[in-house]
T-cell receptor
Framework: DQQVKQNSPSLSVQEGRISILNCDYT??????FLWYKKYPAEGPTFLIS?????DKNEDGRFTVFLNKSAKHLSLHIVPSQPGDSAVYFC??????????????FGSGTRLLVRP | DAGVTQSPTHLIKTRGQHVTLRCSPI?????VSWYQQVLGQGPQFIFQ???????GRGNFPDRFSARQFPNYSSELNVNALLLGDSALYLC???????????FGSGTRLTVV
């Protein structure tokens, strides 16, 4: 039962253009969402997050949008740079689910930014 | 500042063996979580510990166990290894039992 889904395993964009990575979730109890970036041989690195009480959060070139009614979130990277090439994971959590702050991850989207 | 340190970085074990993976959190972080990442999938939650007590456990068999020590470091133990246990095991620490995780680089376990 995949509660967090990233349906696009890969995405290729030209340097300078916008990258849009998508994520869908099924559990309405999720109240916090995070994006992580992962390079080979490294652990995931936190990128940006959003609370369920917001619909947008921006940090520099990165913006996350949340559509609660559609149970959908997206990460926008503008402008995309070759150094952004990595695997991006969407994750969700909800303290109401249990006493832990476990993250439920999607399967990831591999982004390639072409020079 | 040192980040989350995991050891060993790579490990090869035979089916049926036991393995212990170790994690040192960032100084001052009291919570440690363990995740398993199988190739082609996202990380999957195994355990969270906070102040040496288990706060949560994922859907893993009893062959998986963990503990947290007074210095907040942690061990993940896996008994009776199966081929399917081959994965990248990630440790993450946070100051408190909250979302502010910092991940280590992981231990790559191969079971043959």
């Amino acid at each position: 039962d995949q509660q967090v889904k990233q349906n696009s395993p890969s995405l290729s964009v030209q340097e300078g253009r916008i990258s849009i990575l998508n994520c869908d979730y099924t559990n309405s109890m999720f109240d916090y969402f995070l994006w992580y970036k992962k390079y080979p041989a490294e652990g995931p690195t936190f990128l940006i997050s959003i609370s369920s009480i917001k619909d947008k959060n921006e940090d520099g070139r990165f913006t996350v949008f949340l559509n609660k009614s559609a149970k959908h979130l997206s990460l926008h990277i503008v402008p995309s740079q070759p150094g952004d090439s990595a695997v991006y994971f969407c994750a969700a959590t909800g303290v109401r689910m249990d006493s832990s702050y476990k993250l439920i991850f999607g399967s990831g989207t591999r982004l390639l930014v072409r020079p | 500042d040192a980040g989350v340190t995991q050891s060993p970085t790579h490990l090869i074990k035979t089916r049926g063996q036991h393995v212990t993976l170790r994690c040192s959190p960032i100084s001052g972080h009291k919570s440690v979580s363990w995740y398993q990442q199988v190739l082609g999938q996202g990380p999957q939650f195994i355990f969270q510990y906070y102040e040496k007590e288990e706060r949560g456990r994922g859907n893993f068999p009893d062959r998986f166990s963990a503990r947290q020590f007074p210095n907040y470091s942690s061990e993940l133990n896996v008994n009776a290894l199966l081929l399917g246990d081959s994965a990248l095991y990630l440790c993450a620490s946070s100051p408190d039992a909250n979302y502010g995780y910092t991940f280590g680089s992981g231990t790559r376990l191969t079971v043959v």
